[in-house]
């Protein structure tokens, strides 16, 4: 489904949000660089990285990081390696593309010092295994970083985002990537997903700490963080799990 829609994803995101993806996304972005110690390591993982919007936005908002871009959707991460090729080679030689699943990730225990995850948590099932997988991949002290949709089971904005969402939404979106059908999936995986203290209790099960979130938008969006809580380094990271590719 994301392999049919990944030609039209970007000007479908831009569309849709009338352009406010690009200021949730800034939020997040902000709220990694400011999670930093001076002086520590910057690896990040990009889970669900899509066509690297966030993945590319990292490495120009963060200094000193580094940036693995995983996802499981090939055609995906091809127009993301365009992306990432026509920016030149600073961005190219700090960033990783790598095909995998958020429910196994092929990284070591603690390789990395921050995971962040824009728009994708709704669509790992099971859940739980998914947000273990980040704690795990986590060196201690890294932060875990998730904007997602509030769950539309609550009234936003007076029940017009509600309508939108459900009644307007799959129709713009097929008319721009050509499959209604993948935006009706959209609507309904976010009327699914727990709303904001569900999620949070569901960080602090895995393990968690200092967990919060912040309403966005009138609860459209929630930025949500949880520590994994230590002060020792990341572990080091063998040189394949950092250079693989995709093809």
């Known amino acids: 489904m994301f392999g049919r829609i990944a030609a039209g994803y970007d000007t479908a995101n831009r569309v849709l949000s009338f352009g406010v993806d ?7 972005i902000r709220g990694v660089e400011a999670a930093f110690a001076a002086g520590s390591r910057r690896r990040i993982l990009d889970l669900a990285a899509g066509t690297l919007d966030v993945s590319l936005a990292l490495l120009r908002s963060v200094p000193g990081s580094t940036v693995i871009a995983l996802d499981f959707c090939l ?6 390696r365009m992306k990432r090729d026509r920016a030149g080679g600073y961005e190219k030689s700090r960033i990783s593309l ?3 699943n958020g429910l196994c990730l092929p990284l070591a225990d603690g390789s990395v010092d921050a995971v962040t995850v824009s ?4 669509n ?16 201690p002290g890294g932060v875990f970083h998730v904007l997602e ?3 539309a089971r609550n009234r936003i904005l007076g029940g017009l985002y509600n309508m ?18 993948a935006y009706a999936y959209l609507a309904r995986t976010i009327e699914d997903f727990p709303d904001a203290p569900a999620l949070g209790a569901e960080l602090e099960a895995a393990g968690f700490g200092e967990v919060a979130w912040k309403r966005l938008w009138g609860g459209i969006v929630y930025l949500h ?15 394949d799990t950092l250079e693989r590719d995709t093809p």
Not at 75 to 80: A, D, K, Q, T, Y
Not at 119 to 122: E, T, V, Y
Not at 128 to 135: G, L, N, V
Request: glycine share 16%.
């Open 75 to 80: 055609p995906m991460l091809r127009l993301g």
């Open 225 to 239: 963080t949880g520590k994994k809580c230590g002060t020792t380094g990341a572990a080091p990271v063998a040189p």
């Open 164 to 181: 939108y969402l459900t009644k307007i939404l799959p129709c713009l979106g097929g008319r721009i990537a050509g499959d209604a059908g």
């Open 149 to 151: 949709f509030g769950s």
């Open 98 to 100: 790598a095909a995998g």
């Open 119 to 122: 728009f994708g948590l709704r």
């Open 124 to 139: 790992m099932a099971p859940r739980e295994k998914a947000i273990a997988e980040s704690f795990r991949v986590l060196a």
């Open 22 to 28: 690009r200021l949730w996304r800034r939020r997040l």
